[in-house]
């Protein structure tokens, strides 16, 4: 397992624009697929992006097509989840994982490795 750290998270007026970021501790980062989930209050987690090994291919949850953005940075064991135009449906706890397959699912049981989670509010 890789031991990923999240930051970023906030509170933030509807509309307003949010950076997350994830750094892995494993020199091996490049080979994992990497995903953000989210847990809203009251809700399961659900499956919000996530990006291949090289950065090139993602997936999106229909909910956050064309107002979130994933990118990853292997040089610097990174990935990055820019929010905009939030809402206040987007409040959740947010959690980066890992697939050290290269796996790159929208299913969180196919990710082994979890960030403790940084929360996101969006008031109205």
């Known amino acids: 397992q890789v031991q990923l750290v999240e930051s970023g998270g906030g509170l933030v007026q509807t509309g307003g624009s949010l950076r997350l970021s994830c750094v892995a501790s494993?020199?091996?980062?490049?080979?994992?697929?990497m995903a953000w989930f989210r847990q809203r209050p009251g809700k399961e987690g659900e499956f919000v992006v996530a990006i291949s090994r090289n950065g090139i291919n993602t997936n999106y949850a229909d909910s956050v097509k064309g107002r979130f953005a994933i990118s990853r940075d292997n040089a610097k064991n990174t990935v990055a989840l820019e929010m905009n135009s939030l809402e206040p449906e987007d409040t959740a706890t947010y959690y980066c994982?890992?697939?050290?397959?290269?796996?790159?699912?929208?299913?969180?049981?196919?990710?082994?490795?979890w960030g403790q989670g940084t929360q996101v509010t969006v008031s109205s």
């Open positions: 494993t020199g091996t980062f490049s080979t994992y697929a």
């Open positions: 994982a890992a697939n050290r397959f290269g796996v790159r699912s929208t299913q969180k049981y196919d990710y082994d490795s």
